[in-house]
């Protein structure tokens, strides 16, 4: 099946630094990723859908420059978290599609915990 | 605009019972529905699929019809396992001005006890 591949696992670091998580599409070429939040004993908060080679789509509330999204290829999108403060701790989860109607694939997400 | 609305939990059943988890939802167009399960401190993964109305999808014992008329996906199981204990999600996939969109339902906490 679809595998996607979601890195760092768990990252705790100070607040005011910058952290980047992978997001990869092993056997697959993902037309969409997407980018979602989970707070504990909640469902996913999509964050921002980013499809290869154009500027992410945001929802509404989320700031473009706190949470960058890089789509460079059709395996492999990117979200920094820039100066990240304890409010930003969560558990974060990428997936991807080959778009269309077809299933989302997730990661196995990373819990971010700020100092 | 789409949603899903799905049953609140915690279920807590005792193995070997029956489990069924509401799910319906509302939409535009002919959308895919979706169940995934997500295991403590894990991403989610797809539990089954279906496409269009009638569809049924399967997986591990776990089975849902896509119900247009009563604009329904309900998760069945004949017989839960202590491993099942998981939370289970309903979702709607659909496309618009051709971008993939999803929508979650909240999520349903399911405790299997021996």
């Known amino acids: 099946g679809a595998v996607v591949s979601q890195h760092p696992s768990r990252v705790i670091c100070k607040s005011g630094t910058s952290v980047k998580i992978e997001c990869r599409s092993l056997?697959?070429?993902?037309?969409?990723m997407f980018w979602y939040r989970q707070f504990p004993k909640q469902s996913l908060m999509l964050m921002a859908t980013?499809?290869?080679?154009?500027?992410?789509?945001?929802e509404q509330g989320v700031e473009k420059d706190k949470f960058l999204i890089n789509h460079a290829s059709l395996t492999l999108s990117t979200l920094t978290v820039t100066s990240a403060h304890p409010e930003d701790s969560s558990f974060y989860i990428c997936?991807?599609?080959?778009?269309?109607?077809?299933?989302?694939?997730f990661g196995d997400g990373t819990r971010l915990s700020i100092l | 605009g789409n949603s899903v609305t799905q049953m609140e939990g915690p279920v807590t059943l005792s193995e070997e019972a029956f489990l069924t988890i509401n799910c319906t939802y509302t939409?535009?167009?002919?959308?895919?529905l979706f169940w995934y399960v997500q295991y403590p401190g894990e991403g989610l993964q797809l539990l089954l699929k279906?496409?269009?109305?009638?569809d049924k999808g399967s997986n591990k014992g776990f089975e849902a019809t896509y119900r247009k008329e009563t604009t329904s996906f309900h998760l069945e199981k004949g017989s839960v396992q202590v491993s099942d204990s998981a939370v289970y999600f309903c979702?709607?996939?659909?496309?618009?001005?051709?971008?993939?969109?999803?929508?979650f339902g909240i999520g349903t906490k399911l405790q299997v006890i021996p």
């Open positions: 997936s991807a599609s080959w778009g269309g109607n077809q299933p989302q694939h």
């Open positions: 056997d697959f070429q993902a037309t969409t």
């Open positions: 980013s499809n290869e080679g154009s500027k992410a789509t945001y």
């Open positions: 939409a535009t167009g002919y959308p895919s």
């Open positions: 279906a496409t269009k109305a009638d």
């Open positions: 979702a709607l996939i659909f496309r618009l001005r051709g971008y993939q969109k999803v929508t």
